[in-house]
């Protein structure tokens, strides 16, 4: 009697904790935005810390800080300006360009056809309604809104990294309080 009471006591642990971690997976889900947003963050002020501390030799350190924010919207800009040039004029010049494609797969399915190459007849279908540019029109329509998107959410990230360093002096306090003293000597093995 008592294994099967030891039994069910842990079949139930087995499977409260088995509860536990798909809630706790859950939180963690619902919550993955916020967290990629501090972490990438967080990886900003990393990668500017070597930066702000070369500068900082000459200029106040908030001045640093904010001349290397300066800097990655510039290179955003740079990088971007001619990527958001062309998604503004995407609305545009989109159905010519649909059209021009389709035109020329026209073509290209005429010189199959002459060639002796046989083209299924949904496709063919397809291309002659004008279903097979809606779909491409669409897909080109949802990356560029992805692409934009993505420019939206570094800015967010730079916003939330400057707003982390504002609150600290430097990084590596963050990280000398989160690993351990041994780890940063070098000493890895197990005691």
């Known amino acids: 009697m008592a294994k099967i009471q030891n039994l069910v006591v842990i079949l139930v642990g087995i499977a409260v904790a088995w509860w536990l971690v798909s809630q706790a997976l859950a939180l963690l889900i619902s919550v993955a ?3 990629a947003i501090f972490g990438f963050a967080w990886l900003l ?3 500017l810390e070597p930066f702000v501390a070369w500068v900082a030799l000459r200029l106040p350190r908030a001045a640093a800080w904010a001349l290397g924010y300066l800097c990655v919207l510039l290179v955003m800009v740079a990088l971007g300006a001619p990527l958001a040039t062309q998604a503004t004029a995407l609305p545009d010049t989109l159905p010519a360009t649909i059209e021009s494609v389709t035109l020329q797969a026209d ?4 010189w199959l056809g002459e060639h002796g ?6 496709f063919l279908r397809s291309i002659e309604s004008g279903e097979f540019a809606q779909q491409v029109g669409g897909i080109v329509l949802a990356w560029s ?5 993505i420019g939206g959410q570094t800015l967010l990230v730079i916003g939330v990294a400057a707003a982390m360093s504002a609150g600290d002096d430097s990084l590596r306090s ?7 003293a041994r780890w940063r000597r070098g000493e890895l093995a197990l005691r």
């Open 33 to 35: 935005d916020v967290l």
């Open 45 to 47: 002020n990393l990668l």
């Open 107 to 110: 073509r290209f399915l005429l």
């Open 117 to 122: 190459i046989r083209v299924p007849p949904t």
């Open 145 to 149: 809104i992805a692409l934009l998107n």
């Open 174 to 180: 963050l990280l000398r309080a989160l690993v351990p």
